[in-house]
């Protein structure tokens, strides 16, 4: 049956020590495969001479040979065999013309030396020492995007890819071939078009068409992250913007860490990511959440400094329907809402988020329209020293009129600080405030002050200091009939610049008092770390100072620190004679409440500071209308 093989094929077969087959049974499967194998042979050696094949089977070793060469020095992609050593074995033409190197000189060279990062990139050094790290653990690597420096001192923006010879590993030789493809032309563009050039991450146009381009189809259940780094801004501006950028390349590294290969991240800008998960269920989803959250909020080395950071997540499940920017804009909400809820956390998308954010932009609109009519108002709540009963100043208090009655602050500071119009409304609360202090001054009143509510926006602009400079020049009113109210979230939302701005602040005459106090988490150690001249207790503890024995006790103790570190402290939302008189045992400096006078507008607030005249000031007023009933 061996009859009619390739002579060769019978002299392999001979020399493998196997006894050859003299008569197989003709059609079975090894006949058949001998056939397949002795056409082969035949394909290369037709005049099959018995006995001289094996110098034909070398040439058509050469042969293959010579066809892989010519492939490796025609090809476009500029190739590098890397041996053991990590040094270069051999480059192809291509790679010698894309990397600007004299392909002799540069063969047996070191890796490294070949391919080496533009210097301005911390991104690119990062992924050229992966690379030589692959290299010697004979991993599979790639990187989409790297730019690396040529040896004539040009730029190469280059895609690479190794493959180890994996096969050799067994006789003790690892390496294997580096592909290098120029991606200076249309490539390039293709994919800055649809990348994020920082982290090498998706980005928005890329993620929005993703997610059209599977409306009809997305995979159920499908899972996006909205991703938003927490105060951010604060490394931007406290450790300079190139640690921001490693921050993000790091944080991008770290998703891609945690995910998996089907799923997708983005970049939208900013330090905002998006990672979708097509058939992740919620439950898996929110592990996911939580595993994203772990891996960002470990510590990042960048930039030479130690840098804590965290993130908050929105998840939006199982979403079949809805164009691109919708899905977005949903996370978003969702990402919002843990934000609002302390950051550091993942927040779900529910509908009542959409009313929620709907409701909002309502309000926002006609809160637009209120200012650009000029319908805000301010109104003054005044403060009374405790001990010398006195009129010390008054409270600006925004008030915004509508058909039933005023809406309320606390429904539209935030929407007024999440829309940036707080910016427009402090200026006009503060320049209405130093009108006051104006109207005082024509009617003789001096040393009472005005404080002023601050939002943590208004610090974010850095331009604070120099309006209450201007204003108070083209006032005529002196730093110290001002005051500025800041609540403990305002100073943590950015410590460095604030402090800074306070700081010059303060040196213009005006006093910083820190609203709210004990409501929040770190009061104390704010105390010492920025400069203050007097503490507002909270008024939820006022309510309770004579029935709450965990009030009193709260109200006794700020009140005696407050005094141990020199500052003036304040009691707001004082209703009764009973606190009155408690807080007055307590030593209190200043109360204010309606117990004391409710917000007046501004005329009757300088109706009320006529009444106590300087001279009059340590008696009663005679039939005022907001007599403080404590001194009654
Ligand atoms: P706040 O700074 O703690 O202001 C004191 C709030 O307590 C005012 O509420 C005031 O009317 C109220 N109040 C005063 N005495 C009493 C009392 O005896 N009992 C009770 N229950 N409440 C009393 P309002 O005017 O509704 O303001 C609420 C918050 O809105 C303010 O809290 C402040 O955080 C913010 N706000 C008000 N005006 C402005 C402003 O012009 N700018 C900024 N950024 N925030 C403002
Ligand atoms: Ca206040
Ligand atoms: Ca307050």
């Not at 067994?170 to 563009?189: H, K, N, P, W, Y």
């Amino acid at each position: 049956m061996t009859d009619g093989l390739h002579g060769e094929l019978m002299r392999q077969l001979s020399c493998s020590g196997l006894p050859v087959p003299r008569a197989l049974k003709p059609g079975s499967r090894f006949v058949k495969f001998l056939a397949l194998v002795s056409a082969t042979y035949q394909e290369f050696d037709p005049d099959d001479r018995t006995g001289g094949t094996s110098s034909s089977a070398l040439s058509a070793l050469a042969v293959e040979k010579n066809r892989l060469e010519a492939v490796f020095n025609t090809t476009a992609t500029g190739l590098c065999v890397i041996d053991a050593e990590q040094r270069v074995s051999q480059m192809n033409a291509a790679a010698a013309l894309m990397l600007e190197v004299d392909a002799d000189e540069a063969t047996g060279g070191p890796l490294a030396d070949l391919i080496r990062p533009d210097a301005r990139s911390p991104a690119d050094a990062r992924s050229c020492s992966q690379l030589v790290a692959a290299v010697a653990e004979s991993s599979e690597w790639r990187a989409p995007m790297v730019s690396l420096r040529t040896g004539q001192g040009g730029v190469l923006p280059a895609s690479l890819a190794f493959t180890p010879l994996s096969g050799s590993c067994a006789r003790g030789f690892a390496g294997g071939v580096l592909a290098i493809s120029d991606m200076t032309q249309q490539e390039r563009m293709a994919w800055q078009a649809s990348h994020d050039s920082l982290t090498g991450l998706r980005n928005r146009a890329s993620i929005t068409k993703y997610l059209s381009a599977g409306a009809g189809e997305r995979p159920r259940p499908f899972t996006l992250l909205f991703i938003d780094l927490d105060h951010f801004k604060t490394v931007n501006d406290t450790l300079g913007h190139s640690v921001g950028d490693q921050l993000l390349v790091a944080a991008g590294a770290r998703l891609r860490q945690v995910t998996r290969p089907g799923d997708v991240i983005a970049r939208l800008g900013g330090d905002e990511f998006v990672v979708a998960l097509p058939g992740l269920t919620q439950p898996q989803a929110k592990r996911m959440a939580e595993r994203i959250l772990s891996a960002l909020r470990r510590p990042y080395e960048v930039g030479g400094e130690r840098v804590y950071s965290s993130a908050s997540i929105g998840v939006l499940s199982s979403r079949a329907t809805g164009d691109a920017n919708a899905i977005l804009r949903d996370a978003d909400l969702a990402m919002y809402s843990a934000k609002g809820s302390g950051r550091d956390r993942f927040a779900v998308f529910d509908e009542q988020l959409r009313v929620d954010a709907s409701k909002r932009a309502a309000l926002e609109t006609r809160l637009r329209g209120a200012m650009a009519r000029g319908e805000l108002q301010v109104a003054y709540q005044p403060l009374f020293s405790i001990a010398t009963p006195q009129l010390v100043g008054f409270e600006a208090l925004v008030r915004w009129p509508d058909s039933s009655g005023y809406v309320e602050p606390m429904r539209f500071i935030p929407v007024a600080e999440e829309s940036g119009l707080i910016g427009e409304l402090g200026r006009r609360v503060l320049l209405d405030s130093l009108g006051l202090v104006r109207r005082l001054h024509a009617s003789h009143e001096r040393g009472l002050y005005v404080a002023v509510n601050l939002s943590g926006m208004q610090l974010s602009g850095g331009d604070l200091p120099d309006l209450i400079r201007s204003a108070l020049a083209r006032s005529g009113v002196s730093g110290s009939e001002l005051r500025l109210e800041l609540t403990e979230s305002v100073l943590l939302e950015n410590k460095l610049e604030a402090r800074r701005q306070l700081e010059e602040i303060r040196g213009l005459g005006v006093r910083i008092s820190l609203d709210d106090f004990g409501t929040g988490q770190s009061s104390m150690s704010l105390l010492h770390e920025f400069p203050l001249d007097s503490i507002k207790i909270d008024r939820s503890f006022v309510a309770g100072v004579t029935t709450d024995r965990s009030s009193r006790a709260i109200v006794e103790a700020i009140i005696g620190l407050g005094h141990s570190l020199g500052y003036e402290v304040v009691a707001e939302g004082v209703e009764a004679e009973e606190q009155m008189a408690e807080l007055m045992d307590m030593g209190c400096d200043v109360a204010q409440g309606f117990l004391l006078g409710r917000p007046l507008p501004a005329s009757q607030a300088v109706a009320l500071a006529a009444e106590w005249v300087p001279s009059q000031r340590h008696r009663a007023p005679d039939g005022a209308a907001e007599r403080p009933a404590f001194i009654a």
